[in-house]
């Protein structure tokens, strides 16, 4: 059974910083691409980054650039999320997902989801 588990999330003011992380279980985490996502209430779920296999290549969206940094520990099939210099705007709940089928923007490529956990920045 897959498992996806994030934690990090909380409650921050404007500036600071949070380190996502997602523990996954059940499947071999090396062969899988990594991505997050976040949910704002009344909106669609809508891309974040993603990161390749070996983690080799990322993706951003534009929202995130600069600010954001995805990374893995296949060691430790964990994926995570650094982010930085927080924004109120960036509050949402924030999903990691694995997709086997290689690393993407599209959230319909991802296999699997996690539960989320809660970004809420605070101006």
């Known amino acids: 059974q897959v498992q996806l588990v994030e934690s990090g999330g909380g409650l921050v003011q404007a500036g600071d910083s949070l380190r996502l992380s997602c523990a996954a279980s059940?499947?071999?985490?090396?062969?899988?691409?990594a991505g997050w996502f976040r949910q704002a209430p009344r909106k669609e779920r809508e891309f974040v980054a993603t990161?390749?296999?070996?983690?080799?290549?990322?993706i951003y969206a534009d929202s995130a650039k600069g600010r954001f940094t995805i990374s893995r520990d296949n060691a430790k099939n964990t994926v995570f999320l650094q982010m930085d210099s927080l924004k109120p705007e960036d509050t949402a709940a924030y999903y990691c997902?694995?997709?086997?089928?290689?690393?993407?923007?599209?959230?319909?490529?991802?296999?699997?989801w996690g539960q989320g956990t809660q970004v809420t920045v605070s101006s």
């Open positions: 997902g694995e997709a086997l089928g290689g690393f993407s923007r599209y959230g319909r490529v991802y296999d699997y």
């Open positions: 990161i390749s296999w070996t983690g080799g290549s990322t």
């Open positions: 059940g499947l071999t985490f090396s062969n899988y691409a």
